[in-house]
């Protein structure tokens, strides 16, 4: 590339990452800690649930993504697309729309587009009704609890990151790149340096944690941050390959006996 195209690039890149790392007018949050006057008529009619949720990191060596339990989304206001089904965990991600739809960017052009001009973006919805572990086998897999009433706030955020169809419904544009699952149209632009993780660490914040997104554009950069304090997610798998396809250590045997 010749060096002033190079210097174009770069000056674009700075400019768009002037204009905000993070996905904008995001919706506030609303979790307190002590819920209980704001549910106590709802928990009498209801039976009782357990007060935390189990919640999962998943990361290969560039992308990161979340797992959780679909009917803790459903129950906080997470609205699904239509016919998505009711399976026992979605792992959900963000990025360039060109990059899921053909499982990758294949051509120097489509990379450099991707990466340094505003493009569309989608989420990526997964249905799972196996384990967290058996599914994401080749991912590096990390965990922590929330309080569920962290889920309002969760959904609130996903819901903001879909555009909606006439019906209300996020809009389905496309298979996901794995697992059976579809791709939601985003309505936010993908470019450097607001990628993938990018939204990883804002979904991580919708819950309570704290993310600096400029420490957080790599996956090893989010993943540092997450195992830190406050955040506090506990690596359980470090992602199965042909040297070692069973990668579990004395640390993954929880006192419930399962790495799920």
Partial sequence: ?????????LGMSALLGSCGIRLPNAPKPVYQADVRTLVSSASERAPARDPDVLIWLIAD???????????????????????FGNP????????????????????PAKFIRALFTPTSSVMELIPADWNVVEVCIHQRIWRKLVARERGKDLAAF??????????GKPINCGTSSWGGGV???????????????????QVIESMGGKINPWFAITADGLIRQAEAPPNDFE????????ENPQPLTPAENHATGSVN
């Fill in 158 to 167: 996903l819901n903001d990151c879909s555009t909606p169809g006439p019906d």
């Fill in 235 to 242: 690596q359980i798998w470090w992602g199965a390959n042909k």
């Fill in 88 to 107: 026992k965990y979605v792992t959900l991600s963000w990025g360039d729309e060109t990059a899921y739809q053909e499982k990758g960017l294949h051509s």
């Fill in 61 to 83: 060596k560039l992308h990161t993504g979340m797992v959780f339990q679909y009917d803790w989304l459903l129950e906080s206001g997470f609205i699904p697309p239509a016919g």
């Fill in 183 to 201: 791709l939601l149209k985003s309505r936010h632009l993908y470019f450097t340096p607001r990628m993938c993780n990018s939204w990883t660490g």
């Fill in 1 to 9: 590339m010749p060096r002033h195209g190079l210097i174009a690039l």
